[in-house]
């Protein structure tokens, strides 16, 4: 049976983005290291790099590689696409400033939870987590927003194709108690995650919707356990973040006339 050409993968492209991939991963190597790396030839990754370069994808130091800033208006092109951006991104920063801690913005992409927008108040702490990160769904809190908020149908689909991984011991990794826990998020209006992602971390998070029920995203705050514990400090969190989201679902809504 002939194989359909729009599921054959082309082998250039593939060899394109493991380099483009295993790049990022090492922030920059040499030639060497990075054809072993992405089991290829000398010969093919000096012909992919040399591309990249000359299109400014890819910058050379000596005998380093790594990524050029021409990525930057790609993604940047990508986050501008997101709908009603101009108004989200402003109640990030004005989270992060009256909470003093991490608030981001992120959005469901083929099954996994993308950040588009990350803030830093006055007391956040450092993570690995930054703009662009792909994250499992079910290991943070941004992630239980939203699938408690998807069509039944679409969370099967991501449940299917990506599992459920386990990002710390305590991360979801039952499919029924994950399903439970998206109950009692829609019944509460926001999501936790405790230790799921990042061992010693909180987070809090809730969705972000019109007020015809379009998902648009979650916006999450995020600090260490034992300043997000704290029940005072938590239903501070928990109702800013709820004004920010009702408040989004009228202007985002209103913005469209």
Known sequence: MARDPANVPVKSVETTLAI????QETNGDELTALADRVDRSKSTVHNHLQTLERHGYVVRDGDLYRLGLRFLDHGGHARAQTPSVHLIRPKISEIADSTEEICQFVVEERGRGIVLFQERGDNAV???TRIGTSVALNGIAGGKAL???LPDD?????????GLPALTDRTITDRETLLDRLDTVRERGYAINAGEHIRGMRAISVPIKTTEGDLLGAISVAGPSYRLEEPTHERSIVDSLLGVANELELNVTYSRF
Request: glycine residues 0%.
């Open 20 to 23: 483009v991939e295993a790049l």
């Open 126 to 128: 450092e993570t690995q």
């Open 147 to 149: 699938l408690a908020h």
């Open 154 to 162: 679409r969370v099967d689909d991501i449940l299917a194709e990506r």
